[in-house]
């Protein structure tokens, strides 16, 4: 008897461990099962209600209590009616005063178990409509849109890129996905984008190197998709350039090779991971370093004041605008006798393409000879403001008289660089094709020496060629330290965005130097800078360093995310602007107006086109030095004017124009 007992108290308790279990499995089901069990849990609670009947209820002495009702059949119907209002409401229970014992006892009973399983159904469905709302502001759902901008990953760039579709000439809805919340991003938005009037982007709180997450953002139906380097993934030790590598891998994989597909550029930030990334996207998407891009900017502002100017004017939607255009009624004329076919635009080039490995790739020709012929399978490459009109001009009359090129005189410079940071590599190279032999380049920071020689070493793969590289440490964001760095005499002064200090703020030491720099200037006119260029990461920094007219701001994240724009909707541009920036092709130079007319005051456009095209050269447009410090005029920079309006230059001021590299001998 003892053992059957003891069998059966274990069988009990397995069959209330698997009751607890099965229990359990149907409440983690989500709120409609824990819905369900209340209900279930409301209507037992209900049925206990009509034992009543059994305890009197409807018995002669209960007859004129309030709380019990005689309308429907004083039975069971009635006795469910009494039963609810107790377990709804609590204070119900008030009218059965003076009713018998056992009826009030059981409405005591129900009342509070009513209050406990009513309360529960309240705070259910509360719980469920503030985890709704939850739901919706995190952006869990899919993106239900076709023909959309589709940004992956998240950094300073995307502030630029928001800002400058708000000048593209039609509307673009714009989808974001990274690993930010929504809240942390919308208030990252509110604070940091200075132009909002049409660009309100869609949010997703997602991974870019997942799958899934890219389906949510209906990937494959987008128009085009930008990927940045991100800095919103939550493993800070894996490299930025890692996470964009996946991405591209799950692009190349999942979307068709050829149209219809999204246009798709990524951005990366180091040139060593350039050859793996062209592996995983299957060379079927654009790269931008944006290292290396930034780097031959900083070289060439150096070398040329104001270029940072035109290249904000030549790669964003505002004004003048590069497209890739079909026009066949050109087909088969001189290149030479198209540049007065277009009123509002400026024709750079020729755009083929070849297919290799069966994908397409687009060959430009920028600047190209006098003598060449535009193909039938040949797109022009077209500089204008707003949309490309085309008027075939009659044959051009001859230009004035051009001024010969003076030899150029290849001077030996000395190169001062403030600041360290992973550009710098780059920056020593590219420097290095336009100096003459035997200049020397000194590099300040705060690293130990032992650091920065191991640095060069490992990082700067084939040594300089016409320069002799020195490293100083030292603090020079402090007056008597630089003024002793200073003391030596340069001729041009890099100011990079300092990695070197440890600062969370490179910009303020940027800024710091710059105003030495300009108190220096001041005080030792006898030893000025040709140009100083700083390096400088928030465009709102730079609006503090715009009446410095010796300084030639390059805001990093603006520029990288113009050309990342631009090609994400015109991709033949990526290899236009590549050309446009390499020391070793077709170049932006600004040249002496002398160079090209006699007569500065009289001459139009129209004449320095002529002029230049006689030198092999491509005007682009003029730079006024009487206005180079004066922001509200684009520090004298006009692209494309018109052709024909008397432009009233003088002898200071230049033209900027599209010509060969000049590279001083044996560079």
């Known amino acids: 008897m003892l053992h059957f007992l003891k069998k059966l108290l274990a069988r009990w308790q397995h069959v209330v461990e698997l ?9 983690t089901r989500g709120v409609s099962a824990q819905f369900v069990v209340l209900l279930v849990l409301m209507l037992g609670l209900i049925l206990l209600g009509t034992l009543g009947l059994s305890l009197g209820l409807y018995a002669p002495e209960n007859k004129d209590i309030a709380a019990i009702g ?88 995307i502030f630029s890129i928001l800002d400058l579709f708000e000048d593209y000439h039609k509307p673009v809805t714009i989808a974001i996905l990274a690993n930010h919340t929504i809240a942390d991003m919308q208030e990252q938005l509110r604070t940091a984008r200075t132009n909002i009037r049409r660009i309100k982007p869609i949010l997703r709180t997602g991974s870019p190197t997942n799958l899934s997450e890219l389906e949510r953002m ?122 007065f076919d277009f009123p509002n635009a400026i024709a750079l080039g020729t755009s083929s393409m070849e297919m290799r490995d069966g994908r397409p790739y687009f060959q430009q020709h920028i600047n190209p000879a006098k003598e060449h012929v535009v193909g039938k399978e040949e797109w022009l490459i077209l500089l204008s403001r ?77 040594p300089l060629v016409n320069a002799t590289s020195t490293y100083v440490q030292t ?83 603006r520029l990288i995310s113009m050309l990342l724009a631009q090609v994400s909707q015109q991709l033949m541009l990526e290899r236009v602007y590549a050309d446009l920036m390499n020391a070793h092709a077709n170049e932006i130079y600004l040249k002496p107006v002398r160079r090209y007319t006699p007569q500065p005051a009289n001459c139009t456009f129209a004449d320095l086109m002529r002029a230049a095209a006689e030198l092999g050269e491509l005007a682009l447009g003029v730079k006024r030095k009487a206005e180079a410090g004066e922001a509200t005029k684009d520090f004298g920079i006009r692209i494309n004017p018109p052709k024909d309006t008397p432009l009233a230059l003088t002898d200071h001021d230049e033209v900027i124009v599209v010509s060969n590299a000049e590279h001083p001998p044996g560079a």
């Open 386 to 462: 707003g949309a490309v009109l085309h008027q075939p001009a009659p044959a051009a009359p001859p230009g004035p008289e051009s001024v010969a090129p003076p030899g150029r005189n290849f001077a030996r410079e000395r190169v001062l660089i403030l600041g360290w940071n992973s550009n710098i590599y780059t920056i020593l190279h590219e420097y290095d094709t336009f100096l003459q032999a035997g200049s020397e380049i000194t590099i300040a920071a705060l690293h130990e020496p032992e650091k920065a020689h191991t640095l060069l070493a490992d990082h700067l793969h084939r």
């Open 19 to 27: 009751g607890r279990y099965r229990l359990d499995n149907f409440f």
């Open 70 to 157: 005689h309308k429907f059949d004083e039975g069971f119907w009635d006795a469910v009616w009494w039963s609810m209002m107790h377990i709804f409401d609590a204070s119900y229970v008030s009218q059965d005063y003076g009713a018998t014992p056992g009826v009030v006892i059981l409405a005591l009973v129900i009342s509070m178990l009513g209050l406990v399983l009513f309360g529960g159904v309240i705070g259910l469905i509360s719980a469920g409509v503030e985890r709704k709302f939850s739901e919706l502001a995190a952006g869990n759902r899919p993106v239900r849109e076709t023909g959309h901008l589709l940004i992956l990953g998240w950094n300073d760039k």
């Open 475 to 557: 603090d020079y964001a402090l007056s008597d330290r630089l003024e002793a760095l200073l003391a030596h005499s340069y001729d041009t002064c890099i100011i990079l965005a300092d990695q070197s200090s440890g600062e969370r703020d490179p910009d303020a030491r940027a800024i710091v130097t710059i105003l030495l720099l300009q108190d220096y200037d001041t005080r030792h006119p006898q030893h000025p800078f040709k140009q100083i260029v700083a390096e400088v990461l928030a465009a709102a920094n730079s609006e503090l360093l715009q009446h410095h007219g010796k300084t030639d701001t390059i805001i990093s994240p």
């Open 218 to 339: 209906a990937f494959q139906a987008a128009y085009s998709i930008i990927v940045l380097a991100d800095e919103s993934h939550p493993n800070q030790e894996e490299e930025a350039d890692i996470c964009t590598i996946k991405t591209l891998m799950l692009l190349a994989s999942n979307l068709p090779p050829a149209p219809p597909r999204p246009k798709m550029v990524a951005e990366l930030q180091r040139q060593e991971n350039l050859e793996v990334a062209r592996i995983a996207s299957r060379r079927s998407i654009s790269l931008i370093c944006s290292g290396e891009v930034l780097s031959r900017m900083i070289v060439q502002a150096a070398r040329q004041p104001g270029l940072s100017t035109v290249y904000s004017s030549l790669f964003g939607f505002a004004d003048n605008e590069i497209f890739i255009q079909p026009q066949p009624e050109c087909a088969g004329r001189r290149f030479a006798d198209l540049r």
